[in-house]
């Protein structure tokens, strides 16, 4: 079935740091690719999507590239805020399955100490 | 516009009593889905809705059911209560079904069985 797996947390950085956080999937279709934001207390926000191979999404600074050789999704932002602590979810939702169905990463907890 | 609601915000019942959470989607979206997130399972997906119709469900037990309203709004119910039901139940609503299709979350209810 569809999985999709997302470098371990926690990471804390400085501001001003360069972040990666690592996403790798495995779909039995041609996944659309997301990257959720869940802020302390809320639901989940969509902060940027890829739909074919070689897409780039981008969105406040975050950017990630839909890499079908490597099945790969990284999310990359130049320089973090304080702001940007969240918990990140990679997720996929496949052409192989009905509706709109997501399958989610384990999320990463990032924290930027000023 | 407003955006996804879940009521209630926050629930306390016990084991063996069932419950209902209910989920007003965004105005004019027709499409509303489900999903459970724990500390140790992450999230994962329940079941989704599009026009009362349920067109997609996840792998949990018998005791998990919804339903949706004509005018979109969805419920969803678990009955015999389980300590291992405590978690953060998330709606969210679409203007569509499919793959491309973003997803707006709502806040979640959170559920504690005790």
């Known amino acids: 079935g569809d999985s999709v797996t997302q470098m371990e947390g926690p990471v804390t950085l400085s501001e001003e740091a360069f972040l990666t956080i690592n996403c790798t999937y495995t779909a039995t279709g041609y996944p659309s690719l997301f990257w959720y934001v869940q802020y302390p207390g809320e639901g989940l926000q969509l902060l940027l999507k890829a739909t074919k191979a070689d897409d780039k999404g981008s969105n406040k600074g975050f950017e990630a590239t839909y890499r079908k050789e490597t099945t790969s999704f990284h999310l990359e932002k130049g320089s973090v805020q304080v702001s940007d602590s969240a918990v990140y979810f990679c997720?996929?939702?496949?052409?192989?399955?009905?509706?709109?169905?997501?399958?989610f990463g384990e999320g990463t907890q990032l924290t930027v100490n000023p | 516009k407003a955006g996804v609601t879940q009521t209630p915000r926050y629930l306390i019942k016990t084991r063996g009593q069932q419950v209902t959470l209910s989920c007003s989607p965004i105005?004019?979206?027709?499409?509303v889905s489900w999903y459970q997130q724990t500390p140790g399972q992450g999230l994962q997906f329940l079941f989704e809705?599009?026009?009362?119709?349920?067109?997609n469900k996840g792998n949990f037990p018998g005791r998990f059911s919804g339903r949706q309203f004509s005018n979109s709004r969805s419920e969803m119910n678990v009955s015999t209560l389980e300590l291992g039901d405590s978690a953060l139940y998330l709606c969210a609503s679409s203007n569509s079904i499919g793959v491309n299709t973003e997803a707006f979350f709502g806040q979640g209810t959170r559920l504690t069985v005790v």
């Open positions: 105005s004019g979206h027709r499409s």
């Open positions: 997720a996929l939702s496949d052409k192989g399955t009905s509706g709109s169905r997501l399958t």
């Open positions: 809705y599009f026009s009362e119709t349920q067109r």
